[in-house]
Protein backbone atom coordinates (compact mmCIF):
# COMPACT_ATOMS: atom_id res chain seq x y z
CA UNK A 1 0.00 0.00 0.00
CA UNK A 2 2.64 2.50 1.23
CA UNK A 3 4.59 1.86 -2.22
CA UNK A 4 1.26 2.75 -4.09
CA UNK A 5 1.12 5.84 -2.72
CA UNK A 6 4.32 6.71 -3.25
CA UNK A 7 4.90 5.75 -7.16
CA UNK A 8 1.62 7.41 -7.41
CA UNK A 9 3.54 10.12 -5.71
CA UNK A 10 6.36 10.24 -7.84
CA UNK A 11 4.09 9.89 -11.29
CA UNK A 12 1.74 13.15 -9.55
CA UNK A 13 4.68 14.92 -9.54
CA UNK A 14 6.76 13.93 -12.68
CA UNK A 15 3.85 14.86 -14.55
CA UNK A 16 3.32 18.62 -12.65
CA UNK A 17 6.93 18.87 -13.98
CA UNK A 18 6.56 18.02 -17.05
CA UNK A 19 3.62 20.42 -17.75
CA UNK A 20 5.40 23.46 -16.02
CA UNK A 21 8.52 22.44 -18.66
CA UNK A 22 5.19 22.58 -21.54
CA UNK A 23 4.34 25.99 -19.90
CA UNK A 24 8.87 27.25 -19.70
CA UNK A 25 8.58 25.81 -23.87
CA UNK A 26 5.07 27.92 -24.65
CA UNK A 27 6.47 31.11 -22.36
CA UNK A 28 9.83 30.70 -24.72
CA UNK A 29 8.80 30.34 -27.90
CA UNK A 30 6.25 33.16 -27.51
CA UNK A 31 9.27 35.62 -26.20
CA UNK A 32 11.10 34.08 -29.30
CA UNK A 33 8.49 35.29 -32.02
CA UNK A 34 9.30 39.09 -31.74
CA UNK A 35 12.59 38.70 -33.57
CA UNK A 36 11.03 39.38 -36.78
CA UNK A 37 10.14 42.64 -36.18
CA UNK A 38 13.26 43.99 -34.04
CA UNK A 39 15.31 42.16 -36.49
CA UNK A 40 14.02 44.26 -39.36
CA UNK A 41 14.31 47.43 -37.63
CA UNK A 42 17.91 47.41 -37.27
CA UNK A 43 20.41 48.06 -40.40
CA UNK A 44 22.98 46.47 -39.67
CA UNK A 45 25.17 43.22 -40.94
CA UNK A 46 23.47 39.87 -39.56
CA UNK A 47 26.61 38.94 -37.82
CA UNK A 48 26.68 42.26 -36.20
CA UNK A 49 23.17 42.04 -34.95
CA UNK A 50 23.05 38.90 -33.68
CA UNK A 51 26.77 39.07 -32.27
CA UNK A 52 25.43 41.78 -30.39
CA UNK A 53 22.04 40.83 -29.32
CA UNK A 54 24.02 37.23 -27.96
CA UNK A 55 26.43 39.54 -26.24
CA UNK A 56 23.36 41.02 -24.20
CA UNK A 57 21.52 38.13 -23.59
CA UNK A 58 25.03 36.56 -22.55
CA UNK A 59 24.97 39.15 -19.58
CA UNK A 60 21.43 37.87 -18.91
CA UNK A 61 22.67 34.43 -19.00
CA UNK A 62 25.74 34.96 -16.74
CA UNK A 63 23.77 37.21 -14.30
CA UNK A 64 20.99 33.99 -13.58
CA UNK A 65 24.02 31.49 -13.08
CA UNK A 66 25.74 34.11 -10.49
CA UNK A 67 22.18 34.39 -9.26
CA UNK A 68 21.64 30.59 -8.90
CA UNK A 69 25.24 30.27 -7.80
CA UNK A 70 25.72 27.62 -10.89
CA UNK A 71 29.59 26.17 -12.27
CA UNK A 72 30.37 27.51 -15.43
CA UNK A 73 31.17 24.25 -16.80
CA UNK A 74 33.81 24.03 -20.40
CA UNK A 75 33.81 20.74 -21.85
CA UNK A 76 33.58 18.92 -25.44
CA UNK A 77 29.80 18.50 -24.47
CA UNK A 78 29.36 22.39 -23.61
CA UNK A 79 31.27 23.89 -26.16
CA UNK A 80 29.87 21.60 -28.86
CA UNK A 81 26.20 22.69 -27.71
CA UNK A 82 27.38 26.48 -27.49
CA UNK A 83 28.91 26.59 -31.66
CA UNK A 84 25.44 24.60 -32.60
CA UNK A 85 23.36 27.68 -31.06
CA UNK A 86 25.58 30.14 -32.46
CA UNK A 87 25.18 28.71 -36.10
CA UNK A 88 21.07 28.81 -35.41
CA UNK A 89 21.56 32.60 -34.10
CA UNK A 90 23.65 33.33 -36.86
CA UNK A 91 21.56 31.32 -39.80
CA UNK A 92 18.67 32.77 -38.60
CA UNK A 93 19.28 36.38 -38.19
CA UNK A 94 21.14 35.89 -42.12
CA UNK A 95 17.51 34.52 -43.39
CA UNK A 96 15.97 37.39 -41.82
CA UNK A 97 18.06 39.58 -43.71
CA UNK A 98 18.08 37.84 -47.12
CA UNK A 99 14.71 36.49 -47.50
CA UNK A 100 10.95 37.32 -45.64
CA UNK A 101 10.70 36.92 -41.61
CA UNK A 102 7.87 34.62 -42.33
CA UNK A 103 9.97 32.77 -44.59
CA UNK A 104 12.83 32.19 -42.15
CA UNK A 105 10.54 31.15 -39.37
CA UNK A 106 8.57 28.74 -41.01
CA UNK A 107 11.73 27.67 -42.88
CA UNK A 108 13.70 27.06 -39.41
CA UNK A 109 10.70 24.82 -37.87
CA UNK A 110 11.97 22.07 -40.57
CA UNK A 111 13.60 21.27 -36.68
CA UNK A 112 10.81 18.59 -36.20
CA UNK A 113 11.88 16.82 -39.44
CA UNK A 114 15.67 16.94 -38.26
CA UNK A 115 15.11 16.03 -35.34
CA UNK A 116 13.92 12.58 -36.13
CA UNK A 117 16.50 11.94 -38.82
CA UNK A 118 19.04 12.75 -36.31
CA UNK A 119 17.90 10.76 -33.68
CA UNK A 120 17.13 7.38 -35.70
CA UNK A 121 20.76 7.90 -37.53
CA UNK A 122 22.71 8.76 -34.02
CA UNK A 123 21.05 7.76 -32.00
CA UNK A 124 19.19 4.65 -33.28
CA UNK A 125 15.93 6.25 -31.57
CA UNK A 126 12.30 5.05 -32.43
CA UNK A 127 9.31 6.84 -32.65
CA UNK A 128 5.53 6.34 -31.78
CA UNK A 129 3.19 7.08 -34.98
CA UNK A 130 1.89 9.69 -32.91
CA UNK A 131 5.12 11.29 -33.09
CA UNK A 132 5.38 10.95 -36.29
CA UNK A 133 2.01 12.48 -37.27
CA UNK A 134 2.73 15.50 -34.93
CA UNK A 135 5.48 16.10 -37.30
CA UNK A 136 3.65 15.72 -40.47
CA UNK A 137 0.45 17.82 -38.92
CA UNK A 138 2.53 20.64 -37.52
CA UNK A 139 4.82 20.78 -40.45
CA UNK A 140 1.45 21.12 -42.98
CA UNK A 141 -0.01 23.93 -40.65
CA UNK A 142 2.96 26.03 -40.63
CA UNK A 143 3.10 25.63 -44.35
CA UNK A 144 -0.83 26.14 -44.74
CA UNK A 145 0.10 29.26 -42.34
CA UNK A 146 2.75 31.01 -44.76
CA UNK A 147 0.85 29.84 -47.93
CA UNK A 148 0.31 33.36 -49.13
CA UNK A 149 3.97 34.65 -48.01
CA UNK A 150 6.46 31.90 -48.86
CA UNK A 151 7.53 33.10 -51.71
CA UNK A 152 9.68 31.28 -54.58
CA UNK A 153 12.36 34.08 -54.51
CA UNK A 154 15.11 34.65 -51.89
CA UNK A 155 16.59 31.51 -52.89
CA UNK A 156 19.58 31.95 -50.68
CA UNK A 157 17.73 33.40 -47.59
CA UNK A 158 15.72 30.42 -48.07
CA UNK A 159 18.53 27.85 -48.13
CA UNK A 160 20.04 29.56 -45.31
CA UNK A 161 16.55 29.12 -43.63
CA UNK A 162 16.51 25.64 -43.94
CA UNK A 163 19.86 25.54 -42.33
CA UNK A 164 19.09 27.36 -39.53
CA UNK A 165 16.23 24.22 -38.60
CA UNK A 166 18.91 21.54 -39.08
CA UNK A 167 20.93 23.51 -36.42
CA UNK A 168 18.16 24.15 -34.62
CA UNK A 169 17.68 20.20 -34.32
CA UNK A 170 20.90 19.75 -33.31
CA UNK A 171 20.94 22.52 -30.45
CA UNK A 172 17.71 20.73 -29.34
CA UNK A 173 19.17 17.41 -29.50
CA UNK A 174 22.56 18.45 -27.90
CA UNK A 175 21.34 20.48 -24.85
CA UNK A 176 18.35 18.36 -24.20
CA UNK A 177 21.54 15.39 -23.91
CA UNK A 178 23.42 17.39 -21.53
CA UNK A 179 23.66 16.78 -18.25
CA UNK A 180 21.66 19.30 -15.81
CA UNK A 181 24.15 21.28 -14.34
CA UNK A 182 25.63 21.71 -17.99
CA UNK A 183 22.58 22.96 -20.15
CA UNK A 184 23.07 26.46 -18.67
CA UNK A 185 26.60 26.47 -19.55
CA UNK A 186 25.63 25.32 -23.07
CA UNK A 187 23.33 28.22 -23.95
CA UNK A 188 26.32 30.54 -22.41
CA UNK A 189 28.74 29.45 -24.27
CA UNK A 190 26.39 29.92 -27.53
CA UNK A 191 25.92 33.16 -26.40
CA UNK A 192 29.98 34.20 -26.15
CA UNK A 193 30.43 32.61 -29.10
CA UNK A 194 28.13 34.35 -31.40
CA UNK A 195 29.10 37.48 -29.60
CA UNK A 196 33.24 36.77 -31.25
CA UNK A 197 31.80 36.07 -34.53
CA UNK A 198 30.44 39.74 -34.33
CA UNK A 199 33.58 41.26 -33.54
CA UNK A 200 35.48 41.44 -36.71
CA UNK A 201 32.19 42.46 -38.82
CA UNK A 202 31.91 45.56 -36.22
CA UNK A 203 35.22 46.90 -37.59
CA UNK A 204 34.41 46.14 -41.17
CA UNK A 205 30.72 47.57 -41.33
CA UNK A 206 31.35 50.06 -38.71
CA UNK A 207 27.01 49.68 -38.00
CA UNK A 208 25.79 53.32 -37.00
CA UNK A 209 24.58 53.24 -33.42
CA UNK A 210 21.54 54.94 -33.38
CA UNK A 211 18.02 55.20 -30.62
CA UNK A 212 16.22 52.29 -32.98
CA UNK A 213 19.02 49.88 -33.62
CA UNK A 214 20.03 50.30 -29.80
CA UNK A 215 17.09 49.75 -27.59
CA UNK A 216 15.86 46.71 -30.42
CA UNK A 217 18.91 44.97 -29.44
CA UNK A 218 18.30 45.48 -25.84
CA UNK A 219 14.45 44.14 -26.20
CA UNK A 220 16.21 41.25 -28.74
CA UNK A 221 18.84 40.17 -26.35
CA UNK A 222 16.42 40.36 -22.94
CA UNK A 223 13.40 39.11 -23.65
CA UNK A 224 13.88 37.47 -27.81
CA UNK A 225 16.79 35.61 -26.66
CA UNK A 226 18.24 35.84 -22.56
CA UNK A 227 14.97 35.00 -20.66
CA UNK A 228 13.81 32.38 -23.38
CA UNK A 229 16.80 30.42 -23.55
CA UNK A 230 16.77 30.65 -19.69
CA UNK A 231 13.18 28.85 -19.33
CA UNK A 232 14.21 26.59 -22.42
CA UNK A 233 17.41 25.17 -20.36
CA UNK A 234 15.36 24.30 -17.42
CA UNK A 235 12.64 23.17 -19.99
CA UNK A 236 14.50 20.38 -21.81
CA UNK A 237 15.41 18.18 -18.22
CA UNK A 238 11.71 17.15 -18.53
CA UNK A 239 10.60 17.64 -22.48
CA UNK A 240 12.25 15.64 -24.79
CA UNK A 241 14.02 17.17 -27.54
CA UNK A 242 10.63 16.36 -30.21
CA UNK A 243 8.57 17.77 -27.44
CA UNK A 244 10.26 21.20 -27.42
CA UNK A 245 10.44 21.58 -30.84
CA UNK A 246 6.93 21.06 -31.66
CA UNK A 247 5.70 23.26 -28.70
CA UNK A 248 8.52 26.13 -30.64
CA UNK A 249 6.16 25.87 -32.99
CA UNK A 250 4.11 28.00 -31.61
CA UNK A 251 6.37 30.58 -32.71
CA UNK A 252 5.84 30.83 -36.46
CA UNK A 253 2.16 31.01 -35.47
CA UNK A 254 2.39 33.93 -33.22
CA UNK A 255 4.87 35.80 -35.44
CA UNK A 256 2.11 37.04 -37.57
CA UNK A 257 0.08 38.32 -34.86
CA UNK A 258 2.65 40.52 -33.63
CA UNK A 259 3.05 41.60 -37.41
CA UNK A 260 -0.91 42.41 -37.88
CA UNK A 261 -0.39 44.55 -34.63
CA UNK A 262 2.64 46.77 -35.25
CA UNK A 263 2.34 46.38 -39.60
CA UNK A 264 -0.89 46.01 -40.01
CA UNK A 265 -1.05 42.66 -41.95
CA UNK A 266 -3.58 40.28 -41.06
CA UNK A 267 -2.98 36.59 -42.29
CA UNK A 268 -5.25 34.98 -44.67
CA UNK A 269 -7.73 32.10 -44.57
CA UNK A 270 -4.81 29.50 -45.08
CA UNK A 271 -2.81 31.24 -42.12
CA UNK A 272 -6.39 30.33 -40.67
CA UNK A 273 -6.20 26.76 -41.11
CA UNK A 274 -2.77 26.33 -40.48
CA UNK A 275 -3.03 27.81 -36.84
CA UNK A 276 -5.98 25.42 -36.42
CA UNK A 277 -4.28 22.42 -37.29
CA UNK A 278 -1.12 23.54 -35.43
CA UNK A 279 -2.87 24.20 -32.10
CA UNK A 280 -4.79 21.36 -32.49
CA UNK A 281 -2.12 19.31 -33.33
CA UNK A 282 0.18 20.32 -30.56
CA UNK A 283 -2.30 20.44 -27.64
CA UNK A 284 -3.62 16.72 -28.67
CA UNK A 285 -0.38 15.35 -28.75
CA UNK A 286 0.61 17.07 -25.03
CA UNK A 287 -2.43 15.41 -23.65
CA UNK A 288 -1.88 11.93 -25.16
CA UNK A 289 1.81 12.18 -24.81
CA UNK A 290 1.22 12.74 -21.12
CA UNK A 291 -1.22 10.05 -20.84
CA UNK A 292 1.50 7.64 -22.58
CA UNK A 293 4.08 8.89 -19.87
CA UNK A 294 1.31 7.93 -16.93
CA UNK A 295 0.89 4.87 -18.62
CA UNK A 296 4.22 3.81 -19.12
CA UNK A 297 5.19 4.66 -15.36
Not at 137 to 155: K, M, R, V, Y
Not at 273 to 281: E, L
Request: aromatic share 12%; proline share 5%.
Amino acid sequence: MAACLLQGAYQVKTLSKKNLAILQMLICASLWSIAGIFIKLIPWSPFVISGTRSAVSGIVVFAYIKIKKMPVIANKRTLISGLVMCLVYTCFVTANKLTTAANAIVLQFTAPVFIMIFSALFFKQKFSRADLLAVIFTLAGISLFFLDQLTPGHLLGNIVGIFSGMFMAGMYITIGNADSTERMSCVFFGQVMTAIVAVPFIFITKPQVTTIPALSIIILGVFQLGIPYILFAKAVEYCPPLACSLLGAMEPLLNPIWVAIFNGETPGIYALFGGIIVVATVTLWCVFGNKDSRTGD
